[in-house]
Each structure stands twice: as structure tokens, then as C-alpha cells.
């Protein structure tokens, strides 16, 4: 079996060991050719394999990488079908990730520079330029003025430049300051100066092309008529697949993996799960295929256990959970309540309305429009379906999103109201796996009681359901929620099922909510009967070991009716 590309961007050293298997995008380098742009910006989610595809870029294009062209792009789109403009520019690579924001502004602009200053002396030793040239660059600590200079000594060569993760440190610094990021981006700011040089290079025909991606288009629209030589092509239909893989890139990598390994009798369920996990993201709404997360992808096949033929123990690495985390704190620009409230109903309806906005303007409100635009742009909501004219439907695109939403809401309902909840979430999570209910009930009864009692007007059933998920969301380690799945027409309000059979109980929750206590009885009724309802359902009756509660919340708390045990 090929070896996973997981955490590798090497483009070169995927290709020379051909060891790895590896999805062909370099049909897009073509496509990218042939637009009339030469300086592009590319945005799409964390960990979506936009460093892989920028390193092919490096190669293609890179005039010291034409001697092993061939080797280099053998069994590929591009190797058998190439471009006049192959091998035919000096590369400039430079990428911004790993700054460290929370060490001050002084601190971020010596690594910024630090990091244009590695990079453009890697350049000169490259292309063989004299040693007194390499001095003069490290003499110099200023971004701009690193970069001007690079463009004075490298006046008559063709450069390509390619930046990878734009705006990593610039969304961190947002995330904590809008004036810190406004005094880094607007004018005389160190990143602002930095990028009116590379404009001023475009003019002069030194910088002949340009391909930039990042995850959103803020900082850019922040630098505003500094840099507005690019071509945000993000959202065009012909690049809706260009990072990603599709159902059938990903069917590809599962039969060259997983099913040559495994004689799997269960590989539609497997292909659905895996769907259900990662896919989603529509970037067009004309674009034909949905795309999934690559780099999640991999890291299931990755972490497929092969010995035994089973699914992994975790179904997401911890590291680009805590991006994922990281760049969250994003959903504090604005008026932080508002966003709260989108993000509420987002949870509530899995679904919200809005436009996608061409341009930012922070020095306004930030608004409704804007907020969707930037959680869209971040991959925590995608396309759903057109509502009419701009306006698109938008929905959450996956259960990995689903799952960082529901644990966003349990730490923001704990840190709103002084409540410990995550201090005792592994030890309700073992008791419920072992069948005993007890800590989790007097968990969400403490939770609900203290938010009925502050916002009894606007708790109901759908509220009461966002809160028990956020509590449950903990337990996705231990088992796959289900939140109103369809089944049969009829439709549970959650479902804990057992990631694997060492798990020995799952749940049915059927959830109501009494806001007069004359109604309890009737509500309790009710809700008992539709559980028997599902319990005589094929799909529900297939589920082992399966614990069926009516729970009823209230002001007062909540309680826990047992239906089948």
C-alpha cells in the first residue's frame, strides 16, 4: 500500500517517491494559465492542501527544476500536457504561518521580517547571486525595505511569487485586537508598507505572476488600494475543486488504501460515514461536486486500523482541532451577542440565510452579512442551496464542524455563566458508556437551571436541545451523535451510538420542554409515545444495546424517564 499524504507539502518529494499516493490536481495549473489574471488569491479552509498545490506550483513553474521536469511530473495532467510558460520564472516562496501574536506587535514584526529575510536570501543563494548581495539583504531589518531591496538586486529576473498562509498571524492578532490589526494592515502599517512594495514590483515587471492563499479574504480587503492588483478566485466554479477531494477522489484513495488492505463487507456504510464526517463545502453554487476536507480524509486512512480492519479511535487529530479552535476566536469581531445569536440558530436549524460580501470595510459595523461571509470563508458553514437572486441558503457542512460548534457553545455557556462543566465531562462520559445516567442529568440540570433562571423568555424545546447537545458534544470520543436523524420519516431527537462494540451502551434522548407545569403530564404523555414510535422502527430496533429516555426539562431542572432499558 502507497503511503498517506498526511503533513506533507513537498510536492517534489511526493512525486520523486512514488511510494505516495497522490490525487492529480495539476490539471488546475492549466487552468490557472489560461485566465487573463497573473496575480491570484486563493482562499479555502484550514488544512485543505493549499501548501501541497502551491508547492506544485514551485516546481512547475521553477526554472532550476526543468532538468527533472519530467521525472518530477511523470503520471501527471500537467507532465503530458504542458503549458508554453513551464520552467520558465525564479520562484519566491514565502509563508507567513507560526507567528506568535500573543508576544506583542514589536515581536510579530521582527519575525515577519525574519521570515521575508530567510526566504529572499534562500533565493539569492538559489540563483547564484554574489555573497556582497546576500550581505546587503541581511543588513537590513524592515520588511518593505527587505523586499524593496530584493526587487532593486533582482531587477531583471522573471519571479513567480507564491505565499502561503497569508493571513495566519494577521486573523490571530484580529481574533485579539481590531485596533492591533488595523495598525499592522492600514496605512504605514509594516504588513500594509510590505505589500504596496509588491504592487510597486507588479508595475515594474519584475513580479510577473503572483499566487497567494490564506483561509480569509479580511486582511486583504483591509489593505484596501495598497494591494488591489489581485484576483480573489476563490469562489469561481472552475476552482471549486482545485483543494479538496471529491467523492471520487476519495473513493480512489480508499480502494488504493483501505479496501486493498481490508476485505470490508461494509464499504458503503464506511463511504458514508466517511461522508458524513468530512464532506460538505460548496464553493460555487453552480459547481458541480461537493468536496471534502483532504487532509482529513487522510488522516482517517491514515489512522484506519489495519490490523483489525476498523475504523480509528479518533476520527479527528487533535491538531487541526485546536486550528480550528484557534481561528474560532474570529467569531468575536463585531458585536459579539450577534454572532452568538447567528451561530445559536446556525445549531438550532442547521441552517441560516445571508450574502456572501466581495469586500470587508472593519473601520464600519460589522454586520449580519459580514459575520456569515467570514464563517463561510472559514469553512464552518458552506453552501446549501440558492434562496433567491445573492441570497444563498448556507448550512453546517460536516460532523466535524457540527461536533467544534457544539463544544464552542458548552465552553462559551460555562465561561457566560460561571458554571464547571469540562473540569467533570470525562467522568460523565465513562458513566454514561457504562449505562448510568446519574452525573450527566445532574450536570445538564445544573446547566439548565441556571440559564432558564437568566433567560426564561427565550428558552424553548430547540433551545433546550443546543443545550444538551453542547454537553454531549464532549462525547465524541467515545460515541457518533446523532442530532434528529431521519429515520424512516420520523425522527429522534438525538442518538448516542458506540464508535465502536467495546462501548457498551447507546441512547435514544427524546427531549421536551414544559413551560407550564400544568402542561407536564401531557407533555410526558407524548413524548413517551413517540419513543415507542421509534422503538418499533427497523433502523432503531437494529441499534444494540440501546437505553430509550424521555427527558423533560423545565425551570426547574430536568427529568430522565426510562423507556427501555
Known amino acids: 500500500m502507497k503511503k498517506i499524504i498526511y503533513g506533507e507539502s513537498n510536492f517534489r518529494k511526493v512525486k520523486i517517491n512514488s511510494d505516495y499516493l497522490y490525487i492529480d490536481k495539476t490539471l488546475f495549473i492549466e487552468k490557472l494559465e489560461n485566465l487573463n489574471e497573473s496575480f491570484l488569491v486563493f482562499l479555502r479552509p484550514r488544512r485543505f492542501g493549499k501548501s501541497l498545490f502551491l508547492s506544485t506550483l514551485q516546481y512547475y513553474y521553477d526554472e532550476n527544476s526543468a532538468h527533472e521536469f519530467n521525472k518530477i511530473f511523470a503520471d ?26 500573543e508576544k506583542g506587535l514589536d515581536f510579530v514584526y521582527d519575525r515577519f521580517g525574519y521570515k521575508v529575510k530567510l526566504k529572499i536570501t534562500s533565493y539569492l543563494k538559489e540563483y547564484n547571486y554574489p555573497k556582497e548581495k546576500i550581505k546587503e539583504i541581511e543588513e537590513i531589518n524592515d520588511p518593505a525595505d527587505i ?49 504596496e512594495v509588491l504592487k510597486s514590483a507588479t508595475q515594474t515587471g519584475t513580479l510577473q505572476k503572483m499566487f497567494i492563499t490564506g483561509v480569509t479574504p479580511i486582511t486583504l480587503d483591509s489593505l484596501s488600494s495598497g494591494f488591489n492588483i489581485v484576483s480573489n478566485i476563490s469562489y469561481h466554479e472552475e476552482f471549486n475543486e482545485m483543494a479538496g477531494f471529491t467523492q471520487e477522489e476519495v473513493e480512489y484513495s480508499l480502494d488504493n488504501s483501505i479496501f486493498l488492505k481490508c476485505d470490508i463487507d461494509y464499504k458503503d456504510e464506511l463511504l458514508e460515514k466517511i461522508k458524513l464526517w468530512y464532506n460538505g463545502y460548496l464553493f ?82 460589522f454586520t449580519e452579512d ?18 433567491f437572486g445573492e441570497v444563498l441558503n448556507f448550512q453546517i457542512p460536516n460532523y466535524v464542524i457540527k461536533i467544534l460548534y457544539f463544544n464552542y457553545f458548552a465552553i462559551e455557556i460555562e465561561k457566560r455563566n460561571s458554571l464547571s462543566i469540562q473540569s467533570s465531562i470525562t467522568q460523565i462520559l465513562i458513566s454514561l458508556a457504562r449505562g448510568d445516567i446519574e452525573l450527566f442529568k445532574n450536570q445538564l440540570n445544573e446547566v439548565v437551571k441556571t440559564l432558564s433562571n437568566r433567560d426564561l423568555m ?52 427524546e427531549l421536551k420542554w414544559v413551560k407550564n407545569r400544568d402542561n407536564y403530564d401531557t407533555k410526558k404523555k407524548e413524548g413517551i409515545e413517540q419513543v415507542k414510535g421509534y422503538l418499533k422502527l427497523d433502523k432503531i430496533k437494529s441499534i444494540p444495546k440501546l437505553k430509550a429516555y424521555l427527558v423533560i426539562g423545565s425551570k426547574d431542572g430536568v427529568k430522565f424517564i426510562l423507556v427501555q432499558d
Open 76 to 101: 501527471t495532467y500537467i507532465g503530458e500536457n504542458p503549458t508554453p510558460l513551464k520552467s520558465s520564472y525564479r520562484i519566491l516562496f514565502l509563508e507567513f504561518s507560526g507567528i506568535e501574536v
Open 147 to 195: 523586499i524593496g531591496k530584493f526587487f532593486e538586486i533582482a531587477q531583471n529576473d522573471k519571479i513567480y511569487l507564491l505565499i502561503d498562509e497569508y493571513d495566519q498571524f494577521a486573523n490571530a492578532i484580529l481574533a485579539y485586537s481590531m485596533d492591533d490589526f488595523l495598525k499592522i494592515v492600514g496605512k504605514g502599517g509594516f504588513v500594509r508598507s510590505f505589500y
Open 284 to 365: 460555487n453554487m453552480n459547481a458541480k461536486n461537493r468536496v471534502y476536507n483532504s487532509t482529513m480524509v487522510n488522516y482517517f486512512i491514515s489512522q484506519f486500523d489495519y490490523k483489525r480492519c476498523q475504523m480509528p479511535t479518533k476520527m479527528l487529530d487533535s491538531n487541526v482541532a485546536s486550528d480550528y479552535k484557534a481561528i474560532m476566536k474570529l467569531f468575536n469581531i463585531g458585536d459579539t451577542e450577534k454572532n452568538y445569536k447567528i451561530l445559536e440558530q446556525l445549531i438550532k436549524t442547521d441552517s441560516i440565510t445571508g450574502i456572501i460580501k466581495d469586500r470587508y470595510d472593519l473601520n464600519r459595523d
Open 370 to 387: 459580514d459575520f456569515i461571509t467570514l464563517i463561510y470563508s472559514m469553512g464552518f458553514i458552506t453552501i446549501k442551496d440558492e434562496a
Open 458 to 509: 427565550g428558552f424553548d424545546e430547540k433551545y433546550f436541545q443546543v443545550i444538551t447537545l453542547s454537553l454531549l458534544s464532549f462525547s465524541s470520543s467515545f460515541y457518533f451523535i446523532d442530532s434528529q436523524p431521519e429515520k424512516d420519516n420520523k425522527y429522534p431527537d438525538i442518538l448516542l451510538i458506540g464508535r465502536d462494540e467495546k462501548v457498551p451502551n447507546n441512547y435514544l434522548f
